[in-house]
């Protein structure tokens, strides 16, 4: 799956909804989470985030990797 971290936080832009070909990116409240169920890895939602908050799960950053945990737990998966 891939994973949303910190700087969708405030920011929640959005984009990466519009171009996600099986919307599964959902409003969480603070920002936006993906469903690590539904998504198919297809990369589309990275180059759309203007604050380049989405990644790979395999890339997440050292210091954004408690949002992995968060992702995932949010859909009970
Ligand atoms: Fe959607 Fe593709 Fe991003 Fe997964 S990687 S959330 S399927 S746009
Ligand atoms: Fe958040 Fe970036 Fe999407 S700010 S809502 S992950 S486009």
Redesign the pocket.
Known sequence: T?IITSPCIGTKDQA?TE????E??YDAGEMYL?HPDE???????VPACPVSA?FPEEDVPAEETPFIARNYEFFGA
């Open positions: 891939h990466c171009v996600c070909p099986v599964c990116i993906i998504c198919i890895d297809c990369g589309a939602c989405i």
